[in-house]
């Protein structure tokens, strides 16, 4: 069965850093597009960033942008998200999630458990 | 951003009932919209893609329609555990964006 398993999450002070991880297992992770999206009470389901297979094309939020790095190690099958200068607003739980396919399309059939970010003084 | 606004927020039905959802997008997105169900302090799951396209494993009891801004998702017959909160998300124009959820509860 696929599985993403994501990891790193916690308390942060305003403007610290992060880096998420989800490890893939039971596919090929190089074939497929990895997305991250965040869901909070208020905003519900966010899209941040996602990731073609290869590695070379990565697309944002125009919230994230310029804070947050998407980037994957596909010899270990892994994807990060390194989240700096965190704001309050980006306190979430956050999911890493497969695409469809390679070339992100954004219809994501295989997600992680979730990872909570607090971004809090 | 496209805006998606599904309708209605909450629905109460019983089981074995028929349950419609619909999600309408602020511009016209062909058929270039997905479906997820979210059990409460699980992921999202996919359920539906390209507007009708059933995802594999899911039952065929859930169908999609729709395309350009208006879109429907139907449970032919509600099961025990159909009751969850359901998305609609558009993939046609960047950067991608959800509904804010219709919840189906247990009447």
């Known amino acids: 069965e696929e599985q993403l398993l994501e990891s790193g999450g916690g308390l942060v002070q305003p403007g610290g850093s992060l880096r998420l991880s989800c490890a893939a297992s039971?596919?090929?992770?190089?074939?497929?597009?990895m997305t991250w999206v965040r869901q909070t009470p208020g905003k519900g389901l966010e899209w941040v960033s996602s990731?073609?297979?290869?590695?070379?094309?990565?697309y944002y939020a125009d919230s994230v942008k310029g804070r947050f790095t998407i980037s994957r190690d596909n010899f270990n099958n892994i994807l990060h998200l390194q989240m700096n200068s965190l704001k309050a607003e980006d306190t979430a739980v956050y999911y890493c999630?497969?695409?469809?396919?390679?070339?992100?399309?954004?219809?994501?059939?295989?997600w992680g458990q979730g990872t909570t970010v607090t971004v809090s003084s | 951003d496209i805006q998606m606004t599904q309708s209605p927020s909450s629905v109460s039905a019983y089981v074995r009932d028929r349950v419609t959802i619909t999600c309408r997008a602020s511009?016209?997105?062909?058929?270039?919209l997905a479906w997820y169900q979210q059990k409460p302090g699980k992921a999202p799951k996919l359920l539906i893609y390209?507007?009708?396209s059933l995802q594999s494993g899911v039952p065929s009891r859930f169908s999609g329609s729709g395309s350009g801004t208006d879109f429907t998702l139907t449970i032919s017959s509600l099961q025990p555990e159909d009751f969850a909160i359901y998305y609609c998300?558009?993939?046609?124009?960047?950067?991608?964006?959800f509904g804010a959820g219709t919840k189906v509860e247990i009447k």
């Open positions: 999630a497969k695409d469809r396919e390679a070339q992100p399309s954004y219809h994501m059939d295989v």
């Open positions: 511009q016209g997105i062909r058929n270039y």
């Open positions: 998300q558009q993939t046609h124009t960047f950067p991608p964006t």
């Open positions: 390209f507007a009708s």
């Open positions: 039971e596919f090929i992770f190089s074939f497929y597009g």
């Open positions: 990731i073609s297979g290869s590695g070379v094309s990565t």
